[in-house]
């Protein structure tokens, strides 16, 4: 049994999804992992990270459904798909790499699938942060230095992508409560607030886990 809490964060743009991910490791004295898990998995791979970062959370035209519902049948070697499109080695290379991390470390994963790649982990909670459009907006803007359309096509246009990319490889609905333990408004608690929430809940499932294993 794995006895170390992974936490995983989806997360709409502009919802502080990061920040309260990277708050949350910090309280737990545990690492945070977004950007950082290409590089992980472009070492375990062989792939450059360049690849990894053109591909990141980005969906494609072709499914392979069949293949990413049951990805332990496929080696995650390069000699061992050769014949499957670039963007799946890639997903599954992702993939392994996640699975591997919780089997190490207590962590915090940003988005990439990390909640359906740990699906059956008993000690994963799963977490979507959301936000109301106009503090998206505004977040984005100081963020990115830029005006409130520009701000609001940049909204719309990334929560499209990891929309797509999320159903494209789990055939589940991106940001649907049903497929998180967690779902939390930041603009209805603030960063501070989400992280108090989500802390609050990983000691309450792990003491629940804990007492019905003893059980």
């Known amino acids: 049994m794995r006895k170390h809490p992974v936490i ?29 898990l290409l ?3 472009a070492k375990n791979s062989g792939f450059s990270e360049e690849v990894f970062q053109s591909y990141d959370e980005k969906p494609t035209n ?10 332990r049948s496929l080696s ?12 799946h080695k890639l997903f599954f290379s992702q993939f392994e790499t996640i699975k591997q991390l919780a089997e190490e470390e207590s962590c915090v994963i940003i988005g990439r699938c990390a909640d359906y790649a740990l699906s059956e982990y008993e000690n994963h909670i799963s ?7 106009d503090d998206r907006i505004e977040t984005l803007k100081e963020l990115h230095h830029i005006d409130d359309g520009k701000a609001k096509d940049l909204m719309v246009r990334t929560d ?3 929309s797509s990319y999320y159903k494209y490889y789990t055939e589940k609905k991106w940001g649907d409560a049903k497929n998180y333990d967690l779902c939390i408004n930041r603009s209805a608690v603030g960063v501070e607030g989400a992280v108090k ?3 609050d809940f990983v000691h309450a499932k792990t003491a629940y886990i804990k007492g019905k294993n003893q059980e």
């Open 62 to 71: 072709s499914l392979l459904y069949s293949l990413v519902m049951d990805p």
């Open 197 to 199: 929430i989500i802390l």
């Open 8 to 36: 995983t964060i989806g997360r709409q743009c502009g919802s502080d999804g990061k920040a309260i991910g990277q708050k949350l490791a910090e309280e737990l004295g545990i690492k945070c992992y977004d950007k950082e």
């Open 39 to 41: 590089s992980l998995a």
């Open 76 to 87: 995650f070697t390069n000699s061992g798909y050769m014949d499957v499109p670039m963007d």
């Open 160 to 162: 499209k992508k990891r």
């Open 127 to 133: 977490v979507f942060i959301t936000a109301d459009d």
